[in-house]
């Protein structure tokens, strides 16, 4: 795959405020935190995506001669910056979650240490990156969850915003548990299964429907799925369907992977009559797809109504995740370096208590139950912090920090969620295959507890505070309510 040139996928103030960052000889390493504070779609949690790409972004960020010669057009910044932008790389470290993770709000998704400058630059591209992705796989699981078992084809490219968002975002589909998309590209870029059956220009560029499908059968007998509602889906549409079904199987082709697509009508009502037509014509197995504007409330309603549906192709509402178009991640100052090497932590305040910030150089925990194997909760501490799961543990609420919980010693166990990604500059981490990150986010899902997977009113999962980090905010809202 051949990578474009993102490096001025930034906000024109990201640069200003390197030039001034510049010029004020102010280079000292920070830590920023990526996060976002709700999950998307009313869900009980999020799907972390888009790492990979990131990564790319970082291996190839570097201004050449056409990005230089544009900056100085705009006559904003100096020759001595042009310069220092000429021989940009990336020096610092990078913290992220895998892809794949199942995430909740405020815990840090990425975490950069960098020289002020460099981690400012990356801000807007990672939050672009990360924010589009991580939307669209959550919004995936979702879908996914509703179909209860059955396979759920991503078929939205042509309803994507731009070629870039159906390519990635048929990606996180693959990541948030699609069996396959018709995105052709993104099946080559990311070798995941192509899937796909035809339009009803295929069905009406015949003299008659039986052709069609008689021609389509003979085309794709092994990938034999018959849309078969062009004209009338009980009367025609099914019945020359199994007509051409049963031509084939007297010609001794097997029967391997055909059935029917329906795109319109009562899909509950249809299906079912399709069902028993297919049955009683001796085809049992003869599978029965849906399309047609799907989400996982009308997947979910399909299923509550006994429609014999178990493939479905959902596009729109996917691709774009048509309810909640936005992910909200944030990208926030946590700490900045003094002269002896310290992280001093550093804090936003608001009126809103949801966007006060967590302080200072951080991990994630995530605290599991040893007998169900559930999470627990998630837990925000300082990045050299260790725990004993043998031991006690108190946590306190990350947003009305009055709450407070102990963890028995022995009843639970602990993973770190923050790997190393960059270092010093130089990329540390291998990114999985999108069908291995897929594999390892099903997993993901199953640790969660089924309250916090319903589609309405979900149970949220805990996001608490280690009893050091507590301390250190509270002591910051502290001094800051004085005046200090």
Not at 176 to 189: D, F, K, P
Not at 198 to 219: G, N, Q
Request: charged share 25%; net charge negative; with cysteine.
């Amino acid at each position: 795959m051949s990578t474009m040139n993102l490096t001025l996928l930034t906000d024109l103030y990201e640069l200003t405020m390197m030039q001034g960052y510049f010029k004020n000889h102010t280079n000292e390493t920070v830590i920023f935190d990526a996060f976002y504070r709700k999950n998307p779609s009313g869900n009980g949690f999020a799907i972390a995506a888009g790492l990979d790409q990131v990564i790319d972004y970082i291996k190839n960020l570097t201004f050449n001669k056409d990005d230089i010669e544009y900056l100085r057009s705009l006559k904003l910044f100096d020759e001595d910056f042009l310069e220092y932008l000429s021989n940009f790389h990336f020096s610092g470290d990078i913290y992220a979650i895998p892809e794949g993770t199942v995430v909740f709000p405020r815990e840090p998704l990425v975490k950069v240490i960098a020289p002020i400058m460099e981690a400012q630059l990356v801000e807007t591209a990672i939050l672009n990156i990360i924010n589009h992705q991580s939307l669209i796989a959550t919004k995936c699981a979702r879908v996914v969850y509703a179909a209860k078992g059955d396979g759920i084809m991503e078929f939205g490219l042509r309803r994507a915003q731009g070629p870039d968002a159906g390519i990635y975002g048929a990606r996180a589909a693959m990541i948030g548990g699609c069996i396959g998309t018709s995105n052709v590209l993104t099946g080559q870029l990311f070798d995941v299964p192509v899937k796909g059956t035809h339009a009803h220009s295929w069905i009406m560029s015949f003299p008659d429907e039986y052709t069609a499908f008689k021609k389509y059968s003979e085309l794709y007998p092994d990938a034999c799925i018959l849309l078969v509602d062009t004209y009338d889906t009980l009367k025609s549409g099914v019945p020359n369907a199994i007509r051409v079904f049963k031509e084939m199987r007297e010609a001794g082709i097997p029967l391997t992977s055909y059935g029917i697509r329906l795109d319109s009508g009562d899909l509950a009502y249809m299906s079912k009559k399709a069902r028993k037509m297919l049955d009683e014509a001796g085809f049992p197995d003869a599978v029965i797809s849906a399309s047609s504007d799907l989400d996982e409330y009308l997947i979910n309603s399909l299923k509550d109504q006994g429609a014999a549906i178990t493939s479905w192709g959902v596009g729109t509402n996917m691709i774009t995740s048509s309810d909640c178009p936005a992910f909200g991640g944030v990208y926030k100052l946590a700490a900045v370096q003094d002269e002896n090497g310290e992280f001093i932590p550093k804090i936003k305040l608001s009126e809103n208590s949801e966007k006060i910030t967590n302080p200072g150089n951080k991990t994630v925990f995530r605290l599991y139950d040893n007998e169900t194997g559930k999470i627990r909760a998630d837990l925000i501490a300082l990045a050299d912090e260790t725990f004993d799961p043998e031991k006690d543990l108190l946590i306190f609420d990350s947003i009305e920090t009055w709450k407070k919980t102990t963890l028995k010693g022995g009843t639970y166990h602990v993973r770190e969620l923050l790997v190393p990604v960059f270092l010093k500059g130089e990329c540390v981490y291998t990114s999985p295959s999108v069908m291995e990150i897929r594999d390892y986010c099903k997993k993901e899902q199953e640790t969660l507890w089924d309250e916090t997977r319903r589609l309405t009113n979900p149970h949220q999962v805990y996001v608490d505070l280690s009893d050091k980090l507590f301390r250190i905010k509270t002591g910051l809202l502290d001094q800051m309510s004085q005046g200090k």
